[in-house]
């Protein structure tokens, strides 16, 4: 390994910059706030009417929307459990990346960009696995029933997270490379020049 490389990859500024993934996650929270929106979400469900089946037989739709308010005639306490599906969703995708640049530090991009494909997904299915919990009590499933929305959700919940991963890890990736090409130069700064080491090194072998 090079020496401008070894700087770069033990450089801790790279690695606190990149342990917080911000740009992941707000990706992952602006996707949910625009979930929540009705005037895009009708908008596409009129287009594709198929979107529906799920929530025709009590699956969850899509991923965790963020909302200020209830939509419609949607209860306060269907609004409440779908702000903190949204956060436990959040939090998760927080963790598992974090995870991800502690234990990979010298990851590249194509490594960001499954990391967060992968979080998003784990992500997705622990928000909806509290609303498909949720829709179950309210519909008032049987257990052969509850089991089947359990798989059915957790299917739909993997579709949704890899289809919505693709975004957020896209984002992650990027803000790996951007990281990586920001102190690329600074690292290369910090290595002495060859004139420089010429004389140390003379210097040093002086008696």
Do not use: K
């Amino acid at each position: 390994m090079s020496d401008a490389s070894a700087a770069v990859s033990v450089n801790p500024q790279v690695d606190a910059d990149f342990r917080a993934p911000w740009p992941a996650v707000a990706t992952l929270a602006a996707i949910s706030v625009l979930f929540g929106v009705w005037s895009i979400t009708g908008a596409v469900l009129t287009r594709i009417p198929e979107l529906l089946v799920p929530s025709a037989i009590g699956l969850p739709f899509g991923i965790p929307a963020l909302r200020l308010f209830p939509l419609g005639e949607t209860t306060t306490t269907n609004w409440l459990v779908d702000c903190a599906a949204a956060l436990v969703m959040l939090a998760v995708v927080w963790m598992r990346l974090t995870d991800s640049a502690c234990r990979h530090p010298g990851g590249g991009v194509g490594r960001a960009f499954f990391a967060g494909l992968g979080a998003t997904v784990i992500g997705v299915l622990a928000g909806n696995l509290i609303r498909t919990v949720y829709l179950s009590f309210v519909l008032q499933e049987g257990p052969g029933a509850y089991l089947a929305s359990l798989v059915g959700g957790a299917l739909v919940s993997v579709l949704w997270g890899a289809i919505v991963g693709l975004f957020v890890g896209a984002v992650h990736a990027l803000a790996r490379r951007i990281s990586r090409g920001v102190v690329a130069p600074e690292a290369g700064n910090d290595l002495p020049a060859t004139g420089e080491s010429s004389i140390a090194e003379a210097a040093t072998a002086r008696p």
